[in-house]
């Protein structure tokens, strides 16, 4: 998904590339949307298994850019997403041993 925020004139393109080329096909984009201020935005999507190596960027042409603006993707996760994963495995984690710990000590205590 590539998006853009706040522009004014209404006009603006939103292309993808991969490794410099522009992509034409597997993109779709909504209409320039009116925030109601003066200002409009848009997104563009791109539906695409990238391959190992390749890079994807999404290329966004203004009135108001001296030249157009390139933003390339990252597969990573961003550290909160990370952060989120590490938080719940540990809760996961946490939970068999409690659970395990429980059943012994169960076990323990009906056949005693």
Same mark, same amino acid.
């Given at each position: 998904?590539?998006?853009?925020?706040?522009?004014?004139?209404?006009?603006?393109?939103?292309?993808?590339?991969? #490794?410099?080329? $522009?992509?034409? %096909? =597997?993109?779709?984009?909504?209409?320039?949307? *009116?925030? &109601?201020?003066?200002?409009?935005? +848009?997104?563009?999507?791109?539906?695409?298994?990238?391959?190992?190596?390749?890079?994807?960027?999404?290329?966004?042409?203004?009135?108001?850019?001296?030249?157009?603006?390139?933003?390339?993707? #990252?597969?990573? $996760?961003?550290? %909160? =997403?990370?952060?989120?994963?590490?938080?719940? *495995?540990? &809760?996961?984690?946490?939970?068999? +041993?409690?659970?395990?710990?429980?059943?012994?000590?169960?076990?323990?205590?009906?056949?005693?």
């Amino acid at each position: 998904m590539c998006s853009a925020y706040e522009f004014y004139p209404p006009h603006i393109k939103v292309s993808w590339l991969r #490794d410099g080329k $522009l992509m034409t %096909s =597997e993109a779709t984009s909504t209409m320039e949307l *009116a925030d &109601g201020d003066w200002y409009y935005h +848009i997104h563009s999507e791109l539906e695409n298994t990238p391959k190992s190596g390749e890079k994807i960027s999404c290329m966004v042409e203004h009135a108001s850019f001296n030249k157009p603006m390139i933003y390339d993707w #990252d597969p990573s $996760l961003p550290e %909160s =997403e990370r952060n989120k994963i590490a938080i719940r *495995a540990s &809760g996961l984690v946490l939970g068999i +041993i409690i659970a395990a710990a429980g059943i012994i000590y169960y076990k323990k205590k009906s056949t005693g």
